[in-house]
């Protein structure tokens, strides 16, 4: 089989089917996670606003999944607490959350995380400083996960690597020609232009947003997708402390937002407006200003405005285009069929990325009559690379000291490890600091070394690589973004042999990167 693109769908999918012993080949134009798998708002969850669109079948599964992602990939996703505020006037009151939230832990069941809690005015108070308490009537509580959606996809790429499977990256499908043995796919390397051939029983496109143009390289027609963009702002974490994550209507709309708690910022997100995939994916002023009305109206207190705005970032969601509702409403179930010996799979979300590629691979099995065929994966029992064998503790950032202050992390650079590495960390640790200079610090939770493990052991091939999907470093203030990607330059250079063209490209190319997640600024 010959999968093509390298976002968490394409790489489930690579991984189910080396687990079910036939052979695959996995190709990506760019770096694994390049485009949706990395701009997501990286949880792992069922999606209690689904509940409300009758979608009991969409919710049950990603609750499912999320308890197998608890166990199989512990340290890389975990337990977050989410508090859900009621105000005075909001659409949901609290006896209707509190019947939701108990409906969501019975369809979780028997992998549900906890029972879920009705919150007094002053616990969510203590929970979100800063809120109008004339308004707050009260909330829920209740446990869904989290993850970092890039080292999620890099895990399962890694892991299907280990099992047999060929992942490449920076292969660009030029071509797709069926036939009566199967399908012939022109490659072009995007590194040294070279063009190769490769020939497989079938394929299988996993484009994501992109899954209509990859099917044009096929001469297959009919549109199989409508994407819309989901965009997110961080602030400082000063300036919008949370104990836990939180989800709130917004005011403006009635649209569920999401506030998620880093080490140093709070996260805020997101948009979901119609989008064109072949435009530039970034977020707008408009949409930075409906966010910070959003956070504004939920804690007063914050006095939130554009100068606080650290950077932003947007993706591309790939639903379906037969849904022909406004894209909140539009379900997240995926489609999979096949024309000949090409097969075509689109929507679907983060969450479930190992059911889908369940369901796919049975399919393909049985089709190719080869493997094993099974309804239930052997993904089920098995850890990803670097998955911790005991489930994840609660980040300890999530949570506010007395007050409302703010805890200083034991070790950023200690607790930044873990979640990026997983039960690696120590060995990336060892590695760092056996390399020349690799103890420097690229900020308080990055060293120079690591640059050197993601070129040994990540396929890491670019500065973008590193900063935007190997680590977070992009999504710092600006300059000391580019401060930390002139050094990264500089190590790949050494590592790599770059000549100064090179390095002037990677220059150019990180700095265009850097600069979309700041552009909404220059928006009249």
């Known amino acids: 089989m010959l999968v093509v693109g390298g976002g968490v769908t ?41 509940l409300e669109q ?96 890039a080292r999620l996809t890099l895990a399962i790429v890694l892991t299907a690597l280990s099992r047999g499977a060929l992942p490449v990256s920076r292969l660009e499908l030029l071509a797709l020609e069926a036939g009566s043995r199967g399908v012939a796919a022109l490659l072009l390397d995007r590194l040294d232009q070279s063009r190769h051939e490769v020939r497989a029983r079938a394929a299988v496109l996993a484009g994501g947003p992109f899954t209509d143009r990859l099917r044009s ?13 989901g965009s997110h702002l961080a602030l400082p974490r000063e300036a919008l402390p949370t104990d836990g ?30 989008a064109d995939p072949a435009a530039e994916v970034r977020a707008t002023a408009a949409e930075v200003d409906y966010l910070l009305a959003s956070a504004q109206d939920l ?41 000949g010996p090409i097969w075509t799979i689109a929507g679907g979300k983060l969450t479930a990325w190992r059911a889908t590629a369940e369901k796919l691979g049975a399919r393909l099995a049985a089709w190719l009559e080869r493997g094993d065929c099974d309804p239930r994966s052997p993904t089920r029992g098995i850890l990803l690379r670097g998955a911790r064998p005991h489930r994840a503790r609660r980040p300890t950032w999530s949570a506010l000291g007395p007050e409302g202050t703010i805890p200083a992390p034991r070790d950023p650079l200690s607790e930044a490890r873990d979640r990026r590495y997983g039960r690696l960390a120590p060995a990336v640790a060892a590695f760092a600091a056996a390399r020349p200079g690799g103890e420097s610090s690229l900020g308080a939770d ?41 050094a990264v330059i500089g190590r790949l250079a050494d590592l790599a042999g770059w000549d100064e063209p090179r390095r002037v490209e990677e220059r150019r190319a990180l700095g265009a990167a850097i600069a ?9």
Not at 217 to 229: D, F, H, I, K, Q
Request: charged share 25%; net charge positive.
């Open 10 to 50: 394409g790489a489930g999918i690579a991984l189910d089917l080396v687990a079910r012993g036939l052979s695959a080949g996995l190709v990506e134009r760019g770096d694994w996670a390049g485009a949706t798998s990395s701009a997501s708002s990286s949880l792992v969850h069922g999606g209690l606003r689904y």
């Open 54 to 149: 009758l979608e009991l079948g969409l919710v049950r599964e990603s609750c499912l999944e999320r308890g197998f992602l608890l166990r199989n990939a512990a340290g890389f996703v975990w337990p977050e607490r989410f508090t859900f505020p009621v105000r005075r006037g909001d659409r949901v009151g609290r006896a209707r959350l509190l019947a939701g939230l108990w409906l969501y832990t019975a369809v979780s069941l028997p992998r549900a995380l906890g029972l879920p809690r009705a919150l007094s005015a002053a616990e969510v108070a203590r929970r979100i400083p800063g809120m109008d308490p004339a308004r707050l009537r009260g909330g829920g509580g209740y446990l869904d996960g989290a993850t970092d959606d």
């Open 217 to 229: 390289c096929a001469g297959l027609a009919g549109a199989w997708v409508r994407p819309t963009r």
């Open 245 to 274: 994550a939180v989800i709130f209507p917004s005011p403006v709309d009635g649209r569920v937002l999401f506030l998620l708690p880093t080490p140093t910022m709070t996260i805020l997100g997101t948009t979901d407006l119609d």
């Open 299 to 339: 804690v007063p207190g914050a006095r939130l405005g554009r100068e606080d705005v650290l950077v932003t970032w947007s993706g591309l969601r790939p639903l379906l285009a037969t849904n022909g509702r406004a894209p909140s409403a539009r379900s997240r179930e995926e489609r999979a069929e096949r024309e």
């Open 446 to 486: 990055t060293q120079l070394g690591e640059v050197d493990w993601a070129v040994a052991h990540e396929d890491c091939l670019s500065a973008a690589d590193f900063l935007f999907r190997r680590t977070k470093l992009a999504l710092a203030p600006r300059a000391r973004a580019q401060a930390a990607g002139e």
């Open 516 to 524: 979309r997640l700041h552009a909404w600024r220059e928006d009249p």
